[in-house]
Each structure stands twice: as C-alpha cells, then as structure tokens.
C-alpha cells in the first residue's frame, strides 16, 4: 500500500523537473494524478511513461479557464480532486530592480502567484464537495528571504507564503490544509546554466552550493517528497505552516574553516 493510496491529485508544471518528480511519485504512492503543463511534447511524453494513473493535459496557470477544465477533467476521470500541488513557475534571475521591465515584472507575478491563487480558487469547491483535502503551495527560500536580482521572483514567493496562512485560516473549517514548501537551489531546468545565461557563472553557482551545510543542491525527487508526505494523512495536524528543504541555507553562513 501506498500512502497516497485513494488520492486524487492535480499538479501544475509537471512536465519535468520539480513537477514531474511529483507526478512520478505520487502515482508510485497509490495517487491518481491529472497534471499540466504549456510543454505538451514533454507532458505527454510523461503521461504515457508514468501509465494509466496519470493523465497530461494543456494547463496554463494564469487562465481561469484552463483551471476550471483541469479540475472538470480530473473529477471526469478520477472522482473529485482532494489534493492540489502548485508546483508551476519560473525565475527571473540576476536583473535588478531599477532593471527590470514591469512586462518581465508582471509574466513572474502572473504565472508564480496568479497561477496559485486560480490554482486554489477553481479546485477548492471540489474539494469541498469532497469532504476534504490538502493544497501543497511551492513558494521558495525567496519566499522567507530577499536575494539580490529576484525581486520579482521574490514578490511572488512571498505572496504564495502570504496565500497560504489566508487559505489555510479560511478553509480548515472544510477539512482542507494548506502549506507552502520553500525549496533551496533545486537541480531542474529553470535553474539549469542554458536558462539562467549570464545572470550567474557556473563557478559562482558552485561556490553558492558549496556553502551550504549539505554542500549541494536538491535533487527533485527530495522536494516531492516533502510535497508528498504534506498530500498524506501522515500531516493531518499540519496547516498554514513552512516546510523548508533547502539544504541549510537560512541557517547562516558556513564558515569553511571550522
């Protein structure tokens, strides 16, 4: 038996990296999972690996519509939904603030913090009709931190922290919980050398991880486990609250000499 065994999950950005891990594992963990994406190649190419308790559609976050015919889709399919992933994102990396344009502005907070609010807005209905359930948030060390050059990958995590306690205070009189997972450095493609270009060398990207007190950065599959262990029963007494896998690095600062 797996500890997702009866579950219905919806996943956005589960065509790779965080997500798909996600999508992996909670299939492997008994769930049934209905997962989007706007990489349709790479989303399907997922569903038919993963098998018949997975199911791939388009899902782009900011449009209500898209929400609103994921969750019709997956009640369709597997019965209504009782847990929600919002993994989709993306970074704007290494531009400051007088820098950044309000177009690149607002594609981050639409995508990272809209996306979230429709997320949670469309599928809690369903969830309420079913009784229960639990929404796991993706926001970020962003989301506790600031960090240079990422103000409006900041703004948006710290809104997703913010979303999270207000759902969670409003919804635990329906049996819904409510967390944010706040990841570290994470080895998936948004954070990849290609993507990220010249707003940060290699070297200085080594070095970042290199003064961490695990010394390295996440694997994926590390983060879904914490977002499947909040999707279990096994966190029933768990709501509005952080969980932060980060590999240590809001302890402070290692010193490389002691």
């Not at 996306?115 to 359930?133: D, H, N, Q, S």
């Not at 809104?159 to 409510?178: D, P, Q, S």
């Not at 010394?215 to 952080?242: F, H, K």
Request: net charge negative.
């Amino acid at each position: 038996m797996g500890r997702l065994d009866g579950k219905v999950a919806i996943i956005s950005g589960g065509a790779r990296g965080q997500g798909e891990a996600e999508v992996r594992l909670f299939t492997a963990e008994g769930a049934k999972v209905v997962f989007g994406d706007v990489l349709h190649d790479q989303g399907e190419a997922v569903a038919a690996d993963v098998g018949p308790d997975a199911h791939y559609l388009p899902l782009d976050v900011t449009d209500p519509k898209a929400w609103q015919a994921a969750v019709a889709e997956t009640t369709r399919r597997y019965g209504p939904p009782n847990v929600l992933v919002n993994n989709a994102g993306v970074l704007l990396f290494g531009v400051s603030m007088v820098d950044t344009t309000l177009e690149d502005y607002m594609r981050v907070i639409n995508i990272n913090q809209v996306g979230v609010f429709l997320g949670m807005k469309y599928t809690v209905p369903a969830m309420i009709e079913g009784g229960a359930g639990s929404i796991v948030n993706i926001s970020s060390t962003n989301g506790i931190t600031g960090y240079g050059g990422t103000v409006a990958y900041t703004a948006s995590k710290f809104a997703v922290r913010g979303m999270t306690k207000n759902a969670a205070l409003e919804l635990g009189k329906h049996g819904i919980r409510v967390n944010s997972i706040h990841p570290g450095g994470v080895e998936t493609p948004m954070t990849a050398p290609e993507t990220l270009g010249d707003a940060i060398t290699d070297e200085a990207r080594d070095q970042v991880y290199a003064m961490l007190p695990l010394g390295r950065a996440a694997q994926p599959v590390e983060i879904a486990r914490l977002a499947a262990y909040l999707a279990s029963d096994d966190s029933s007494y768990s709501t509005g609250s952080e969980f932060i896998a980060d590999g240590g690095m809001l302890s402070g600062v290692v010193n490389p000499e002691v």
